[in-house]
């Protein structure tokens, strides 16, 4: 089966999102345009991400319920059953969508980012108060160190919700960003949210 290429665009609200550039036109895929994932890899449980999705699917369904009677109970388990199954059909269960390897680093990960995002939140604070602080916008590429689409989308969203900073597009390793100052784009140039968004992903 033919793997179609996949890039990133700026979706909803300025946060990058994966799209395709093509479509998977094998003949052996009698549902037109998918998303070729391979469900489990090399030493990995073939139950694994369905378990995990099933598993998310319905405590996410116990919590926004709120109604725990026989019947309710089996039409929660059978939604979610309904649902993992189309999924697998569709061949969309994969560590991307699932990603169940980066729960417990992304525990260490929001905490650094949502101080990263407290701090350029200040910084541009004060420069609007403050009209005698500098700014200088302008436009850089930052070269990112992900090894799967998942981990730059990350970065790149990750970028966007730090004030001061926008993620334009996504190209290959290469980020677009808008940068509101000097020392905004020298926070980027410098790599540590790079690295940390790698280390989330399992690397470095």
Known sequence: ??????????????????????????????????????????????????????????????????????????????????????????????????PVDILIRLLLYVPWLLWEILKANLDVACRIVDPRLPISPRMIRVRTGQHHDLGRVIYANSITLTPGTVSVSVEGDQITVHALTQSAADGLADGEMNRSVTRLEGHG
């Not at 946060?15 to 489990?40: E, F, K």
């Not at 990995?44 to 109604?67: I, Q, R």
């Not at 009677?69 to 199954?85: A, D, P, R």
């Open 1 to 98: 089966m033919r793997r179609v290429p996949r890039v990133l665009t700026q979706g909803p609200r300025g946060l990058a999102v994966p799209t395709r550039s093509g479509y998977d036109s094998a003949p052996d895929n009698p549902i037109g345009p998918s998303r070729v994932a391979v469900i489990a890899g090399p030493g990995e449980s073939p139950v694994k991400y369905p378990l995990s999705l099933g598993l998310a699917l319905g405590a996410l369904w116990l919590m926004w319920s709120g109604h725990y009677t026989s019947l309710l109970l089996s039409l929660g388990f059978g939604s979610v059953v309904v649902v993992v199954v189309i999924c697998s059909r569709m061949r969309l269960l994969d560590r991307e969508a699932v």
